[in-house]
């Protein structure tokens, strides 16, 4: 199979596993209930992901640069979720922020590094820049799509165990790490 034949197979995996789009309708309710802070914990909570966001983008944008595309995101992947899961599995506020370190570090050491590989597959099998954006459009739209499903049965799930959505999503993010795993070996 040719390299932008994996990539587009990647793609679809990654359309339909969005991140915490299970959790998304109930998360303000699980990290106050579930995890048991108050609003303005969760607010700050929120605001250290955007700060350590906008801080870490550039440098781990460089270590991204330095290790490979590929390897930035799974590991990327693998970062956000054990952030997560830590907070899961030890919920409350001294957890919290450390948690948002390890999210933060996997979702800038990620970012945009699957359309970069998905970009070097398709012109390294010599297709059109017109056609790797069509395709995009496609898993876009395909991705949002997705997202209102999961966000619909995210709320339904809530109603069983408020902790439910959250651990979806986590499996999700395993799933499709381990795919690419799989798929990135073979590139």
């Known amino acids: ?11 679809w995996v990654a359309a339909l596993t969005p991140l915490e789009a299970f959790l998304a309708p109930v998360v303000v309710v699980f990290y106050l209930d579930y995890v048991g802070i108050n609003f303005a914990t969760y607010s700050l909570f929120i605001a250290c992901l955007f700060i350590l966001n906008a801080l870490l983008e550039v440098p781990l ?24 899961l830590s907070i899961v599995l030890f919920p409350g506020k001294e957890v919290l922020y450390s948690a948002s370190v390890f999210i933060s570090s996997g979702g800038t050491l990620a970012s945009g590094n699957l359309n970069s590989i998905g970009y070097e597959a398709f012109r390294d099998d010599e297709m059109e820049k017109e056609e790797f954006s069509r395709f995009l459009a496609k898993i876009s739209t395909l991705s949002i799509s997705a997202m209102a499903v999961a966000a619909l049965l995210g709320g339904i799930v809530a109603s069983i165990n408020i902790a439910l959505p ?18 990135f070996a073979v590139l």
């Open 1 to 11: 199979m040719s390299k932008s034949g994996l990539i587009r197979k990647y793609y």
């Open 61 to 84: 944008g460089a270590v991204s640069d330095f290790i490979g595309r590929r390897k930035a995101l799974l590991l990327g992947n693998l970062f956000v979720r054990f952030g997560l």
């Open 166 to 183: 959250m651990f979806i999503d986590i499996f999700l993010i395993m799933i499709k790490t381990c795919i690419g795993f799989f798929f």
